[in-house]
């Protein structure tokens, strides 16, 4: 019994040692790796520091996904004190203030290492067409008409908003005259139908609320009150794309759509005149 008690307490002393040299290994491998951690940062911060790590002036920041405006244009809307350290420029900062210009609708921002700069991808809003404000009854008729673009959600943005970036700016060849606020809500649909359209159609003229009127190849175009029936309505214009094979688009006063089943083409009695005059002149 007393061999086997021995045994056992030198057994106890053995582990005991054991688990301190664990403790203590682990305890160096924390330090360790605390000195090590440390270290590292502290580099990375030395070298982030450094001259080369400054962003010197806007040309050290990259533009891609642009196509309406020059790289110039977009790196002037990025407001930074030059120079400036690159870890100290916050993207996600810099991203939300473009996507605040009405010309951008996306922004992604992120550092670039090598060479040291700023990568900056975003996405324009693109215009489709040209949208007149009407002018009021009471403003004087000297007045300037307001004029801006329109995006294909029905966003209008002041025409300046997109020429002081690109005086060149190739603009859109649909227009629309009206109140945005009053067009809005079908004009996403409307403007899908337009671009799958047969009938080319060069300006929408929605200053009578009661009645949307197309100006197209054909002639005037009278839609009515916009409604579930728009896509109708443009098929069917569609469907009269011959007529003009047969009556000169002068001849033809409008188009009347309003009901899409029962199309009605009101002629020109002015025109029609003349031609009949001309006629017997030349008998």
Known sequence: MAGMLSVSRTDLAQRRQQLRRRRQIKNFQTIWRTFAVASLAGGLLWVAIQPMWVL???????????????????QSLIVLPYPQFLLRVKPSQIAQSLQQQPIITQAKVSRRLFPPGLKVQIKERIPVAIAELPRKSNHRENQKTSVGLLDATGLWVPLEKYTNHNPRLQLPKLKIIGLPEEYRPFWTQLYQLIRQSEIQITEIDFQDRTNLILKTELGEVHLGIPNSRLSEQIQVLSQLRQLSVKV????????????????????NAKKQAMDGKKQKTNK
Request: aromatic share 6%; net charge negative; charged share 25%.
């Open 248 to 267: 000169p688009p002068q001849g033809i006063d409008y188009i009347d759509l309003k009901n899409p089943k029962s199309p009605i083409v009101q002629m």
């Open 56 to 74: 010197k002036t806007s040309k050290d920041i990259g533009i891609s996904g642009n196509e309406l405006f020059p790289d110039e244009s977009i």
